[in-house]
């Protein structure tokens, strides 16, 4: 993990830490021998899509969750989504709720669990409605939405179950899978107090036969996704100091939950030089509450930078990265929201001194609260149990071998592109054994 301000003493968000070196490893260091026991299933998977009821479009990063529960799930990039519901709530309803969208209540059904499919209606929108009164100048509402943090926001410590992975492509093919449950203990909103994560368990499946002999990492784990709640870290996005430097202003609105948002647009101002960022909050103007932000990192200094995001590289290669952009959703619980996905994915270039091809790289990784509960500091893990934020999960994970390694556990179902990388890797893994190259 770390801070833009190594070359500059003002505050910014915390970016990931690319490392990049030479790999000399064989196969056998991805393939484990520890392959965790089954475990008892006592739920239903239910598989569907998320789609917009008239257009029939897939909605991606739709919130799945059993009504009367704090158990959910999100949508992947193709609409797709599992849920695993214990056996006990099969009476229970899902809520489905997605930005623009009016929510959807539907009741379970074990004839359709294979084939659950869910359309949502888009939100009937008059334009005539913007007339609530809001401040004339967007950066107004901004700065009341983060003081209203401890309003708005879970103000007591909350023990959080989450889904975390990280994926690796070379162009438009993935090359490495890692994966984990973590326990977040989340700290309320109005504490300084940094969240604290748990490793529960994960695992990984990488080739490195097409990573051009490059082993790359990424550090931080969870924590590049942790702290892109920009509700929790205001600091390391809209710092007191770095509020003058960007531009504010409104863009259009929409309806959630019955509840007006405004989307608000923010850029640098032309006169910075140093990597800001760029992109659009999404705040209902009424309560000043923010659901949702999507930004990127402005790349027109790239040198500067490239500096932020490679530890280590190859002395016959320059690093460029060409696209940083982040993305954090909230949900709503009794009146009270909280952080419930984001995630980071950079694209970069290696250029080689000694090649005519260049390599393009896409690094992803997402989170999604799949639980959560009030809990006690007192009840937290030893702190040696706990993840550094200088973590690397794929120095943490396990092999990918056992389809049920997950069991109860709701995760974020894979992209049908991943899908089709880990069984690939999977059978040069099987080949490999056979041939007696890794041990069983």
């Known amino acids: ?25 064989s196969i056998h260091e991805v393939w484990s021998q520890n392959r965790p026991s089954k475990e008892t299933q006592n739920f239903t998977e239910f598989k569907g899509k998320i789609l917009d009821a008239q257009t029939k479009k897939v909605l991606i990063f739709a919130t799945i969750t059993i009504k009367g529960t704090n158990a959910s799930t999100v949508s992947n990039a193709q609409g797709d989504f599992i849920l695993k519901v214990p056996n ?3 009476k229970n309803a899902v809520e ?39 401040p004339k100048d967007a950066k107004t509402l ?16 909350t023990l959080m179950t989450a889904f975390y992975r990280e994926t690796i492509k070379k162009r438009r093919k993935n090359v490495s899978l890692s994966e984990a449950v973590v ?48 509700m929790k870290y205001p600091e390391y996005l809209f710092s007191d100091s770095y509020m003058t430097l960007y531009k504010f202003s409104y863009g259009t609105a929409t309806r959630v939950n019955d509840q007006l948002v405004y989307i608000v647009n923010f850029e640098p101002r032309s006169y910075e030089v140093e990597p800001l960022f760029k992109g659009q909050l999404f705040i209902d103007v009424e309560r000043k509450i923010l659901t949702k932000a999507i930004f990127s990192l402005d790349l027109s200094n790239p040198k500067e930078a490239a500096k932020l995001f490679v530890k280590k590289k190859p002395k016959n290669a320059n690093v460029w990265p060409t696209d940083v952009a982040y993305r954090v959703d909230y949900r709503e619980k009794d009146n009270k929201w909280y952080y419930g996905y984001s995630n980071l994915e950079l694209s970069f270039k290696i250029d080689w001194n000694d090649k005519f091809f260049n390599s393009v790289y896409t690094l992803n990784c997402e989170m999604a609260i799949t639980d959560w509960e009030n809990t006690d500091r007192d009840q ?20 990918f071998s056992d389809p049920d390694f997950w069991g109860n556990y709701n995760i ?10 880990i069984k690939k890797i999977r059978k040069q893994l099987s080949k490999a054994k056979e041939k007696g190259v890794v041990n069983p």
């Open 88 to 90: 006990s709530l099969l």
């Open 183 to 230: 326990s977040i203990y989340k700290s309320p909103y109005i504490s300084n107090r940094k969240d604290d994560v748990a490793l529960y368990k994960a695992r990984k499946s990488t080739d490195y036969t097409k990573l051009d002999t490059l082993a790359l990492k990424l550090q931080g784990g969870p924590f590049n996704t942790l702290y892109v709640d920009v």
């Open 142 to 157: 901004v700065e009341e939405t983060l003081a209203r943090k401890g309003e708005n926001y879970f103000n007591s410590p």
């Open 1 to 25: 993990m770390k801070h833009l301000n190594n070359f500059s003493k003002k505050s910014y968000l915390l970016v990931p830490i690319l490392v990049l070196a030479f790999w000399f490893g």
């Open 412 to 421: 974020i179902e894979p992209e049908k592109s991943i899908e089709n990388a």
């Open 380 to 399: 937290m893990p030893r702190r040696k149990d706990l993840l550094r934020t200088s973590m690397i999960l794929t120095d943490e994970a396990v092999g």
């Open 96 to 134: 489905v709720s997605f930005l623009g969208y009016e929510t959807l209540t539907k009741q379970l059904d074990l004839r359709t669990s294979n084939d659950f499919n869910l359309a949502l209606e888009p939100v009937a929108f008059a334009l005539n409605e913007v007339d609530l009164v809001i």
